[in-house]
């Protein structure tokens, strides 16, 4: 017990010191862009200063029109994660429940999954137009990769005490499936689906600065082209914390299942 609290004495000045210089870090930000804002040594509103940037956010999260562009853009990255999130992890199962499909396809992915997507774009605008489709395919196609990869490496790690286990009660493969690798490796799922986020998000984001009449992307490379820079900062201080947020929720998923295992 003594050891305990003397555990838990040290442990809280360290939390304190973290987030202070957290806190530190976050106001020697602020304040550099703010002199920066000030000193005229860059063109004017490159560098806007916050109080800008703040009533053009005010004016941001009253505009019902942004709120159009924002379902817009979300709907199109929860389709392409849907879809290529869905089908990274078929492939990535059956990559790594087979090792010849995984000798045969796997080097595929690690060629094609570093390679930008955008270079693709074209190609989908010709197949699926210069629709929400277009930039839905660019999403699902960044997706993809990072998903199946992360389950494929997860595969591979389940025990195989487990899997003879479920072979040796004659486990179909649908079972093995739902009873066997899913909750093995739910970890390496919930990562990929995070990075898979990630890649969807620009993905549909830079389609949409690249050819679209609507969406947050549409709306940035509006405020760039017309120089509204205080505009432009404000939306991307807002998808900033949008991704930190979703990104949290899906960490949580992990979170939760370890306290339930618990």
């Known amino acids: 017990m003594a050891k305990t609290g003397r555990l838990r004495q040290t442990a809280a000045p360290r939390i304190g010191q973290v987030t202070l210089l957290r806190l530190a870090v976050i106001l020697g930000v602020l304040a550099v862009w703010e002199f ?3 000193s ?38 929860a389709a392409a994660l849907a879809i290529g999130g869905l089908s990274g992890l078929v492939v990535g199962i059956l990559l790594g ?13 690690y060629y ?24 839905v395919a660019l999403g699902t196609l960044s997706c993809f990769f990072p998903v199946a990869l992360s389950v494929a490496a997860g595969m591979r790690q389940i025990d195989k005490v487990l899997i003879r286990v479920g072979a040796s009660f004659r486990a179909s493969a649908l079972q093995m ?13 919930i990562n990929g689906f ?41 939306m991307l201080i807002v998808l900033f914390v949008l991704a930190i947020g979703a990104n949290a929720l899906i960490g949580r998923l992990g979170a939760l299942d370890r306290i339930k295992r618990l």
């Open 40 to 77: 005229g040594w860059l063109y004017r509103d490159v560098v806007p200063s916050l109080l800008s940037i703040a009533r053009a956010l005010a004016g941001l999260l009253g505009s019902s029109e942004f709120y159009f562009n924002l379902g817009v853009t979300a709907a199109e990255i």
């Open 177 to 189: 499936v739902l009873k066997i690798y899913l909750p093995a490796m739910r970890h390496p799922i």
């Open 97 to 109: 429940a087979n090792r010849f499909l995984s000798r045969a396809f796997e080097i595929y992915l």
């Open 194 to 234: 995070r990075l898979g986020f990630g890649f969807a998000l620009i993905g549909a984001l830079l389609a949409e600065t690249k050819l679209s009449n609507k969406g947050v992307g549409f709306l940035i490379i509006n405020a760039y082209s017309t120089f509204d820079m205080p505009r432009m900062y404000a």
């Open 36 to 38: 920066l804002a000030h």
């Open 112 to 135: 094609l999954g570093p390679t930008p997507k955008i270079i693709f774009f074209p190609v989908l605008i010709m197949w699926f137009g210069v629709g929400p489709e277009s930039k």
